[in-house]
């Protein structure tokens, strides 16, 4: 698998399960997404750029899949995930030479929760995501875990 040398374009997002619909929302100028996922929580990508590029767009629906998917590997490890679990996510289209690439970057916070237990629950997160399998061995894609 190829990684980007020249990053070319980025898009970010931060989401987070949406536990109170009347929390104070992004600043003027932002575009806030709610989203449904499959589990039937709320889920809100704050702060994005009012004109997103594709990137910015996929890193959204990624990321809206992959906290749900957060949410069910934390359940099957018996761990209950904090109310300001986060997932920020950012998606690079950049070039090797002349070839075209995307790569992504993973932020997934879960304060309070011991490191080891977070990062497994982190990876077991990307077994689960569709988009995570769909893009495995296709893109370049790391991780940090947060908890403090």
Avoid at 12 to 29: C, K, L, V
Avoid at 53 to 78: D, H, N, P, V
Avoid at 87 to 99: E, F, H, L, S
Wanted: glycine share 8%; charged share 15%; proline share 5%.
């Amino acid at each position: 698998m190829a990684t980007i040398d020249k990053v070319l374009f980025s898009g970010s997002t931060h989401t987070t399960i949406n536990h109170d619909p009347a929390a104070q929302r992004g600043e003027f100028g932002v575009v806030d997404l709610e989203l449904s996922s499959s589990t039937g929580e709320t889920l809100d990508i704050v702060a994005t750029e009012p004109h997103p590029r594709a990137e910015q767009l996929f890193a959204g629906a990624w990321s809206a899949c992959y906290i749900s998917a957060l949410g069910i590997a934390a359940t099957l490890k018996k761990v209950t995930l904090p109310p300001d679990a986060a997932v920020d996510i950012q998606v690079d289209i950049g070039q090797t030479g002349a070839a075209w690439f995307l790569g992504a970057h993973f932020t997934v916070t879960l304060p309070g929760v011991a490191q080891d237990v977070a990062e497994a629950i982190a990876r077991s997160a990307h077994q689960i995501c569709p988009y995570s399998k769909a893009v495995h061995g296709n893109i370049d894609v790391s991780l940090t875990v947060v908890t403090a």
